[in-house]
DNA sequence: TATGAATGAGTCTTCATTCAT
DNA sequence: TATGAATGAAGACTCATTCAT
């Protein structure tokens, strides 16, 4: 048989990452970072545990790789661009990308939630991931403030300084999702409703 | 030399037992229970490690003792008990519940919050610890439920399933404490109110 | 390069795990099972420590797995057998059966008898090691007790309870043996016909 | 209250060492030497673990003055010497140094048989106790030895190098009371009269 | 590229020994 | 003399990482 060619091997590794990582972005929400072990990732990939160190140098490195495929794949960027271009009241964008949040087909999404609560207040965290970690709830805050102060102006949202209210909602929202994201979806949209009386009006 | 009476060896055991359930909670609730080493709660509590087993037969009685001294300690059945007879209508009740896990001096309360957070979903925690958490979880139901009824009828809670209602607020709570309490703690009044407002009719 | 095939792993791990328990045995017998270290073993078998644990799932593991394989690698049991089949008069195949448990050939059957008297009577045993243990005296029992009633009626051997004598017989046959095996390792003939007088006529 | 005198005090000081001793020798016996923990000692000894280190430096100390001390006092000396003395015939004489060796009346002695055992072939045992473990054992052979040469001349025994005689006799000997001394403990005589048919000639 | 055998640092737990009282 | 609190070295076991094939 001839040797795959370049292309082809290409194919492989790309293949063999995305599937890793994957299998480890749910194992590392389920469980957590240290506490995750390379062999649980490595089973739940269907590959041997040495393999994962031909496409990643460390654990950590695993760890990083996957968070930043998760956002740039799954993009909560993507969903969040394109709601910025619904055709929806403020109030209602909210509530869209709570529901987002919360669902089990951006499953990936919470795992990313998850996992970054883990990493919160570790002093170990690598830095690299750390910033990884900011740059995300920036983009959160750069999303939803818009939000808040056009929904003020409808007289949707509540009168309040809308920095505080963003954070107020969003350390909610992650707080809840961290805790236990099943909770939320049953009855989701209910449930969701009550959660935005924080900061609607009606 | 005399060796030290019964009463002095028994205020000895006791000074130290609290300082090591002390020191255990806040390192529980930091680093979660499998990642908790027994070195670091004996370094928090200025010990040899050694120590902690003359007073704790494992690192899970460690724990549970932990959790039940600072249920006792920290009281928050006390509490309980005397909010229930104070003169304020359901909805102060339940603020004043809010504001009191969330302060300070209860910070035990908070690590209580924490670690109850980490046992949860994972099925290698010991049925002792598991029961424990249920009748903790179960108080608090007991007490917000007839106050939750109760704002139904003056008009100050909104209608809704009042069991859900509870469900609801309590996992919204234990969330957000476990996430990051300290956020709480800094306008503290002004965040419960609008954190209130998930359940309350304007 | 290609991995090993299952065949070359099936070869090394069975290699392993014979060098693991032949040194086990040995570290056993010499030191008892308490204070035999995982890492004495793992240096009399030239390996790491971390190792040991590949193959066995604790320090009890090894212990239990190495004295199956000692029973059936040394086969007294396939030994006992031909010597039923033997023609030779009972008194003699006792001397031989005698003769064969001296043995430094079988000298790991030294070990497993070092090994069971450092078992008994310590009430933490685990229960799979004294039905291994059970089994193995009973054995031996089976096998002596018509030998010696064969010997009776030949006149060879004294007239006493068959089950006495088997009993007597075979506690100073482990004593000696757990004792200090190699005394009986040279001059072996003549010392076990001194033995033997035990029980044989004039 | 006057304080205790001198000679109140070294009473009190020789009466805590027997205390000590002699349970150390029982759990040593029991346990072996590494696995006693001095705790044990002093539980036995209804004493706490730290006064033992007032009366002996460490656990090697216990057990060295408690050997000693055994020999002293228990006296297999003394039983010898008085044997030696007794009017009964070589290998009645054998008879009764063997089961007074079995007597749990004795018990000290088959304590210092076990602890004994114990040491043999380890290496990490400390010189002096080797040295007190051969004295001991030349005692036996010095005594033992010319009630077989005795013997012989009266036909009692059987005609073979009595050394080697008495080397398997000891030997024998030696080991089943280290393996299991109860069993010989029942039906003693009977069973010490067909141990005995060893080396003597009816 | 892929496998799993092999290593050793790190964590819980026990226990001899020390020491304040 | 007597007690038991306190310490830390040592041993079982886990798991990230390396490496031969």
């Known amino acids: 048989m001839a040797p795959l060619n370049e292309n082809q091997l290409e194919q492989i590794r790309h293949e063999r990452k995305e599937q890793i990582m994957s299998a480890a ?31 990643f ?12 495929w998760a956002t740039a794949v799954n993009t909560s960027i993507n969903f969040l661009e394109e709601l910025g271009e619904d055709d929806l009241s403020p109030s209602e964008k ?17 795992y990313v939630f998850r ?23 920036t983009m959160y805050i750069n999303f939803l403030t818009p939000l808040i102060k056009e929904g003020q102006e409808y007289g949707e949202i509540i009168q309040e300084e809308p920095e505080e209210l963003v954070g107020i909602f ?13 909770f939320w979806q049953e009855n989701t949209e209910r ?10 009006t009606r």
Chains 1, 2, 3, 4 share one sequence.
Not at 27 to 48: E, M, P, R
Not at 191 to 200: A, F, G
């Open 115 to 137: 996992i970054i609560q883990n990493l919160d207040n570790k002093e170990d965290t690598p830095q690299e991931i750390k910033d990884y970690v900011d740059s995300l709830g």
């Open 25 to 55: 972005l749910q194992v590392f929400a389920d469980n957590g970072i240290k506490l995750t072990k390379i062999s649980t990732i490595a089973k739940a990939a269907k590959i041997s545990h040495g393999l994962i160190y031909h496409y």
């Open 170 to 182: 969003l350390t909610t929202l992650s707080g809840v999702i961290a805790d236990d994201i099943t």
């Open 94 to 110: 909210i509530k869209k990308f709570v529901l987002y949040a919360f669902s089990s087909t951006s499953s990936t999404s919470s």
């Open 57 to 68: 140098s460390s654990k950590e490195e695993v760890l990083y790789e996957s968070l930043q």
């Open 191 to 200: 449930k969701v409703e009550i959660l935005l009386r924080m900061i609607t």
